[in-house]
Structure formats: structure tokens, C-alpha cells
């Protein structure tokens, strides 16, 4: 029998406890890949999220450590600074990093730490019931918005690759999207990129996967998948934003 698609040894052999359409498993999955195709898996650790994937570590067969909400950045700073010879990740949702995490995701890119951060945008908080979050669209209903995000009160959705190609020192930057198996293969080769360049030890890399979250938005996963595309995508475009690799500033 011809093995079309095998489970990396970097993924535990587990189900996903995920909710039905969610995309977290996807990006897993993209991750873990990239990091045993990389030779990492004894070499990687990650950093896990408060947020649906506070149990990324359950999921992934490596070392993982579990941060206070938001503070990834901060302790993949710690780990790779006390032991500069591992290659270290952060997963985190648009709630962990572009909320109380600010801070922290703006200040590891500026010091161009040497670590890759995976951020996986819904435009909602997934975990906590649905409410607004940064990165909730313009009249976007949430729990904590139920007539719409009213930008004249609330402001408008931060976009965090084009936030962070302000700044001088990240190596790579680039947001892709989840929404269809052709946009998966983009993805894919984006976080190959993202794992080659923490490997080489080149600089602090950024991916920002579009997702969705079909139990909060309260739609069906090929629906959220459709809204995804027709209302996330124009705000959120995919592309590069900087490569150094590539010579892209």
C-alpha cells in the first residue's frame, strides 16, 4: 500500500481536541513537519499560549513550555538566551500576542531575537466565549460587541505583520492564509521558510496564519471558511512583508 501522508514524529499520536473546523490542527501540523524535516525535533522546544492552544504541548513531541497570557515572547526570549545552542517557537492566538501580549511580541521583534513566532489569527477570542478582540473586523458582532466593532469607539483591527515591518531588525515576516488546500501549500512553504532561517540562527521570523473559528462566529466550517475569505482576507492580505533571505525590506 502507497503512503500518501504519514504523522511526522514531531506530532504526538493523539487526537486533536480541537473544536470541529478548527484550524489549529492544520497549522500543528505545518509546524511539526517543518521541524522534523529540518532534523529539530531533539533540538526544538516551543512556547504554548493562553488560549484554545494552551495544550499545544499535549500535541507536539518535544520539550514545550506553558506561559503566563501573552508573555510567550518574553520566555522564548529567556529559554534561547539561557540555552543558545536550542532553536525555540511561540504559538500563540490573536488574543495572547496583539493583546495583553503587545508589549512583549513588539519588543522581542525590535531586539530581533533569535526565534520564530507562529501567530494564528481568528479575529475573535476563541476560548474565553467569543469576545472582541484586536484583530475583530470593522462591525464585526462578538460577544463583547453585539451590535459590531464600532471603530469611532474601539479603533480599528491592528494588523501585526505590517506593525512589525516597521520595525528594523525581524528577518522575515510573512502572514498566509488556511482557507483552502492551495492556500495550505503557501502556508506550508512560509513555515518551512520560518524553520530553515531559526535554524540558521538568522534572526526573529513571524507567520500569521488567517484561520477561523466556527463555533464563535456561529457558522459552519465550509461557511466560516467562505466569510473567512469574502471579509478577513481583503483586511488581512497575505504576503511577504519583509525577507531579508530574499532581499525583500
Known sequence: MEVIAKRPETLRNVPFTYCPGCMHGVAHRLIAEAIEDHGLINLMTGVAP???AVFAYKFFNFDMAEAAHGRAPAVATGMKRARPEMHVFTYQGDGDLAAI???EIV?????GEHLSVFFVNNAIYGMTGGQMAPT???DMKTTTSPYGRDVNDIGHPVRMCEMLATLVAPYYI???????PAE???AKKAVDKA???NKEERGFT???FVSTCPTNWGIDPDKSRQWAKENMLPFFKPGVFRDKGEGVE
Open 50 to 52: 493562553v488560549g484554545c
Open 101 to 103: 501580549g503587545t508589549a
Open 107 to 111: 519588543h522581542a521583534a525590535n531586539r
Open 136 to 138: 475583530t473586523l470593522p
Open 174 to 180: 510573512e502572514r498566509v492564509s488556511l482557507l483552502s
Open 184 to 186: 495550505v501549500l503557501k
Open 195 to 197: 524553520i530553515r532561517y
Open 206 to 208: 513571524f507567520i500569521e
